[in-house]
Nanobody
Framework: QVQLVESGGGLVQSGGSLRLSCAAS????????MAWFRQAPGKQRDLVAF???????NYADSVKGRFIISRDNSNNTMYLQMDDLRPEDTAVYYC????????????????????WGQGTQVTVSS
């Protein structure tokens, strides 16, 4: 059984910081590229960042230089450190696991799998 559980969302003022976590089942985390997506009201779900098992990372242009994705293989958890938050970052943030991604992949493309968490709300006030 695959479980992905996000946490760490909340309300923060513009310019503030939050750290999101995604705890995953060990059977899926160790073999999966992991990603963060976000979805604002009335908009599509967009990729924010991903990290492969080999440690390669990629970011959406809108968050480069402000967000950092990481993973801790010892506790099966992925993180998203979000700094200099802006009102346009307001969304529900979801984690996704792709167990079929080549660990040596070094590109920019990530197609989400069917493995999703329940989401965590991030609200940035101006």
């Amino acid at each position: 059984q695959v479980q992905l559980v996000e946490s760490g969302g909340g309300l923060v003022q513009s310019g503030g910081s939050l750290r999101l976590s995604c705890a995953a089942s060990p059977n899926i985390f160790s073999i999966s590229a992991m990603a963060w997506f976000r979805q604002a009201p009335g908009k599509q779900r967009d990729l924010v960042a991903f990290i492969t098992t080999g440690g390669h990372t990629n970011y959406a242009d809108s968050v480069k230089g402000r967000f950092i994705i990481s993973r801790d293989n010892s506790n099966n958890t992925m993180y998203l450190q979000m700094d200099d938050l802006r009102p346009e970052d307001t969304a529900v943030y979801y984690c996704n696991a792709d167990p079929h991604r080549n660990p040596h992949y070094a590109g920019t493309y990530y197609a989400p799998s069917d493995y999703w968490g329940q989401g965590t709300q991030v609200t940035v006030s101006s």
